[in-house]
């Protein structure tokens, strides 16, 4: 015979009657000051277990026992809560604790490399190109208000180049209106942003040093590798989604603690930027070999580029530049993949 | 999320946090009247690593099933720190459907992502939505009070919520459009409204929530964060102009860049320890202007203890990249507990349940998705 002592509640006032509970007859008999009431085990409804929380069953009636006998319930009602009581047997062992917090781990890390890149692109593609043409404008608003002026470029080389441009771009059959602007940025150095919906910045600086329209063309043609493949809007996307992510894990937390979110979102950016430009590269081979260039001529334009920030030591970020050391474990945080590394695949692809 | 270490709690519906308002403890002990009243502490008996396994494994499970057992875990969490907030050894019960739960949620993630897209592809779509929130804003947080207060009871009497939503629209809109005409001005006052309004339509079984003004006392506290504001503005600027008169001599030009650094960690400092200060002061003047039957309160939570609170937990917060998330928790609450001790006349014995209808949870779901609440 199970016996166990609890508090009695009869639901109408907040007055407490101590009791001492039998089980007897498949019922439970409560007996306390001025009170004795049989109640059938069907009748009570009893609440799945959270930690070592104190007890409540359920009388018919409206009525509650509270009882912190937990060998006793679960004595008296094996099978209540099932699924509920499974998941306090998860939440009592440390060594559960332990595997959740693996798994966690396991999923951040799968969603933020695989999953949200996956997701993004398939958004993306749900956006119409004028959309995204009108993103583009914004962001070369933004440029020209703080960083760009009017380039020195005469009209007639810019024609030219905007029919280097043509000849790259046509036969991709993709819808986007790609045209390039010329800028002068004094601070960004030699330079070219695609921006989303088919619109190339081109920096003065880069078309002076460039020795030849097919080395142009080979960082225009990564550009078109970014424009088709949407990558501005997806790593906006992107990184908007790894915020969601990391607000969504460490959000229990009280609520000035935003700046833990900022910082590795930060970090992710990188790594997503880096993955791109990749793609964008094997694009630009591709695109060059179909118009007749070797992509030779943009392992050119790349050393240039680099010799370029070796001498003027500038710490400027921009899009084509890189640090030749960046490999291993910081590899993922550096922006672009090591411009070493790109130069030897544009080689190899000749 | 919906931990009470974030958001303030609702008056009654997160009984294990209690809201708050100073009245120096010798005060109380030198007041005549309070003498025969019997004092109850609010013991929080919660355990920290207890609640890190059940956090962690409630977050792997909601991961699993893709979101769905979120509402469980809601539950559970929410059941651990009711029950382990006591009063006269009595636990609170929080009574949520995880299913109502659930199904407020869905509501809420869709309403989320129309808003979000609307806003992608016109404005005046966003716009409409906007309006159409603010409309919306007064029903939320009524059935955002009312499905707390129903979910929560006391030696098995329920809370009751029975504030109607024109009375919130009121409130809101009324003193809210008063707030914005008088260049913020009339915000303390809104702010005493919107807590007197969710204060006095509490009931504990049918005994009904009393609160007293609060506008005079939320007066003073706002001029005297404002004024604390101002003053720090001023002598920040005296400092910047000085150290730029110092350095120029030598170096001609703006200030080196390491300067800026000990600006920045005294500003957040400083935002911290006036968050921290109104914190404790309109949670303490709040609850000890609340009267429940017999029962009064004594909150008397310190500016300076929140705030080191809140510096300790955000530095162990992201030492641990989240994992201290829980112990966070868990030692806020325990902080607040601590710093409230009921006053209560006679007995706790003899309150009366009354009448509760059923309330679904969608209003409480779309709150907590748009991430407003009330800030008591």
């Not at chain 1, 062992?93 to 933020?112: C, D, N, T």
């Not at chain 2, 949520?96 to 992502?113: E, F, S, T, W, Y």
Request: hydrophobic share 50%; net charge positive.
């Amino acid at each position: 015979m199970t016996e166990f002592s609890a508090v009695y509640y009869d639901g109408r006032t907040s007055a407490r009657t101590p009791v001492r509970v039998r089980a007897l007859d498949h019922s439970l008999h409560l007996v306390g000051a001025e009170l004795n009431i049989e109640v059938p085990f069907a009748d009570v409804r009893v609440d799945a277990r959270v930690g070592d929380t104190r007890r409540i069953l359920s009388l018919p009636g409206g009525a509650q026992l509270h009882t912190d006998d937990h060998a006793a319930l679960a004595a008296l009602f094996p099978r209540a809560n099932r699924l509920e009581a499974w998941v306090h047997e998860l939440e009592r062992r440390w060594g559960y604790a332990l595997a959740a917090l693996m798994l966690i781990a396991g999923a951040a890390w799968w969603s933020v490399t695989l999953g949200l890149p996956v997701v993004a692109k398939w958004v993306a593609d749900f956006v119409p190109i004028d959309i995204e043409a009108r993103l583009g404008a914004e962001t070369l608003y933004a440029l020209d208000k703080s960083l760009c002026t009017r380039s020195a470029l005469g009209a007639d080389r810019q024609q030219a180049l905007q029919k280097l441009l043509g000849t790259l771009t046509s036969g991709l059959n993709d819808r986007y209106p790609y045209h390039l602007e010329f800028r002068a940025c004094g601070a960004v150095g030699p330079n070219a942003f695609a921006l989303p919906g088919g619109a190339i910045v081109v920096t003065d600086a880069l078309i002076k040093l460039a020795q030849n329209d097919p080395q142009i063309a080979a960082v225009l043609a990564h550009e078109i590798g970014h424009v088709r493949r949407r990558h501005g809007l997806r790593l906006a996307l992107q990184s908007a989604g790894a915020a969601a992510l990391i607000a969504a894990l460490a959000g229990d937390a009280v609520s000035i603690t935003g700046l833990a979110v900022i910082l590795p979102t930060a970090l992710l950016q990188n790594g997503y930027s880096r993955e791109f430009e990749n793609e964008a590269d094997a694009d630009a081979f591709r695109r060059l070999k179909a118009i007749g260039l070797s992509p030779k001529y943009f392992a050119e334009i790349m050393m240039r580029l680099e010799d370029y920030h070796a001498k003027t030591g500038g710490r400027q970020d921009g899009d084509t530049r890189d640090t030749a050391t960046g490999k291993g474990a910081l590899d993922y945080l550096s922006t672009h993949p090591a411009t070493a590394e790109r130069i030897a695949r544009a080689l190899a692809n000749q | 999320m919906d931990e009470p270490g974030r958001k303030e709690p609702h008056l009654g519906g997160n009984p294990y946090a209690y809201p708050t308002a100073e009245r120096a403890a010798i005060n109380v002990a030198s007041a005549p009247a309070q003498a025969d009243k019997h004092r109850s502490p609010v013991v929080f008996t919660a355990s920290a690593g207890e609640y890190f396994r059940i956090w962690i494994v409630n977050l792997a499970l909601t991961i699993l099933t893709l979101g769905i057992y979120s509402a469980w875990a809601k539950v559970r969490k929410k059941r651990y720190f009711y029950s382990h907030t006591r009063i006269d050894d009595d636990g609170f019960e929080y009574r949520g459907n995880p299913v109502a739960i659930l199904k407020g949620r869905i509501i809420a993630v869709i309403l989320l992502a129309i808003y979000s897209f609307a806003g992608h592809f016109s404005p005046a779509l966003k716009i409409v939505f906007v309006i159409l929130l603010a409309i919306a804003v007064p029903w939320l947080i009524v059935r955002s009070l009312a499905f707390n207060a129903f979910n929560s009871a006391y030696r098995n009497i329920r809370l009751h919520f029975g504030g109607t939503y024109g009375e919130c629209f009121k409130v809101i809109v009324l003193y809210g459009l008063l707030t914005v005409i008088s260049l913020g001005i009339g915000y303390p006052y809104l702010k005493a409204q919107l807590i007197r309004f969710a204060a006095r339509n509490h009931h504990y079984g049918t005994t009904q929530f009393e609160i007293g003004s609060l506008t005079r006392s939320f007066y003073r506290t706002y001029l005297k964060a404002f004024g604390v504001l101002i003053l720090s503005f001023i002598v920040l600027g005296i400092t910047v102009a000085v150290l730029s008169f110092g350095l120029r001599v030598g170096n001609r030009g703006a200030l080196p860049m390491g300067v800026g650094i000990p600006f920045a960690v005294a500003g957040y400092g400083g935002y911290l320890l006036l968050f921290a200060y109104l914190r404790a002061r309109i949670s303490n003047l709040t609850f000890n202007a609340i009267t429940i039957g017999p029962v009064q309160f004594e909150s008397t939570l310190r500016a300076r203890d929140l705030a080191g609170l809140y510096v300790v937990n955000i530095v162990a917060i992201i030492a641990t990249l989240g994992l201290a998330t829980p112990w966070a928790v868990v030692r806020t609450l325990r902080y607040r507990a601590g710093k409230t001790i009921l006053l209560v006349a006679g007995g706790l014995d003899s309150f009366v349940a009354g009448q509760a209808r059923q309330v679904a949870a969608t209003g409480e779901a779309v709150g907590e998705m748009f991430d407003f609440d009330i800030g008591l």
